[in-house]
């Protein structure tokens, strides 16, 4: 909308380096579906045409993490499979996010159990939590808009030196 | 068919060296120790009883009883469509128990199931390691002195 009319106007438009970098992350992020468990069946549902995803920009499902700026973590995860996740969040380059989508990210959720972790932020740096057994698509939207939210608030320079040490501020 | 099953087995390994149970028309036979192998050899063999599949090994954990642990076989027959249950109670002191992993193949993960969550060690099993919970890990999960949440550090996160 406004940049449309902008550029219909006069043909261009002001805006600072951070601004337009900002947009272009926020409008293209690509997720890395993390589908471990059931929450995956929604992460699904949230990509079909009556949620779609791609609205948000965010329909170009990488399985590579190499490709991907998000990491949505659907499912319950084990003390083993924590390890093959971190691994693979290694593998993405920077700058990335992460979703913990679910009750069992988040804390373990009803798995209250030696062998589940009690929440992913033990080894990984969470943006943003979502809440739900599994949680509907629109709440999975609802966190990716979150997401959206907190790049649109990044200057380029905040990732120059890498090391995006823990969830920063949204 | 359970007096057939229940007569083969005495005549086998002698009277008084079984107790059998029902619940809910299901038959569970308790045995000796050193007459598991010859059990289940006869159970699988005889041209009439035929058990030709093991569905589930697994275990109870009494914690308190004298034979803390019991170890249950579920065996079924095709022929007949019937299911038996072969139990027999083994002592915290002599964890050990004959493998019938050569009998019927299926056994074989079972048990290392079996080892995995309670610790009981199947003699002259192939292939004895853990199934679910990391090799170097060093407790036995689904006995009823282990802590629902485990023992915090015994499971290392990456980092």
């Known amino acids: 909308m406004g940049l449309e009319a902008a550029l219909t106007k006069d043909g261009f438009i002001t805006t600072t380096i951070d601004a337009l970098i900002a947009w ?3 409008s293209s ?3 890395m579906p993390m589908g471990i468990s059931c929450c995956a069946i929604e992460m699904i549902a949230a990509a079909d045409p009556k949620y779609d995803i791609s609205r948000f920009g965010s329909e170009v499902m990488r399985f590579s993490p190499r490709q991907s700026d998000l990491m949505i973590v659907a499912g319950t995860v084990t003390y083993k499979m924590a390890h093959v996740v971190r691994r693979i969040y290694d593998q ?8 913990a989508m679910g009750a069992c990210t988040s804390t373990g959720g009803m798995y209250r159990s030696y062998s589940v972790v009690q929440g992913i932020d033990q080894f990984l740096p969470v943006d943003i939590y979502t809440a739900g057994c599994p949680p509907r698509p629109e709440n999975l939207l609802n966190a990716l808009m979150a997401i959206q939210e907190k790049i649109s608030k990044t200057k380029a320079r905040d990732f120059q030196n890498k090391a995006r040490s823990g969830a920063g501020k949204i | 068919m359970k007096e057939i099953i229940l007569n083969k087995l005495i005549e086998k390994l002698g009277d008084s060296q079984i107790e059998f ?3 809910r028309n299901d038959l569970s036979i308790l045995l000796k120790k050193e007459h598991l192998l010859d059990a289940a050899l006869l159970l699988r063999n005889d041209e009439e009883l035929k058990f030709d599949m093991c569905k589930d090994v697994t275990a109870i954990d009494w914690e308190k009883r004298k034979n803390r642990f019991t170890i249950i076989y579920h065996v079924y027959s095709f022929k007949n469509k019937f299911e038996l249950r ?3 109670n083994i002592d915290e002191a002599d964890l050990a128990i004959a493998s019938l992993s050569g009998i019927w193949k299926s056994a074989e993960w079972y048990e290392r199931e079996t080892f995995d969550m309670y610790g009981i060690r199947f003699i002259s099993h192939p292939d004895l390691r853990r199934v679910y919970m990391p090799e170097e890990f060093e407790y036995y999960p689904l006995r009823k002195d282990f802590p629902l949440l485990g023992i915090p550090g015994s499971l290392p996160l990456p980092k």
Do not use: G, N
């Open chain 1, 24 to 26: 272009a992350r926020k």
């Open chain 1, 29 to 31: 992020v690509w997720p």
């Open chain 1, 92 to 99: 993405m380059p920077d700058p990335k996010w992460v979703i």
């Open chain 2, 21 to 23: 149970s029902e619940f």
């Open chain 2, 86 to 88: 072969l139990k027999v």
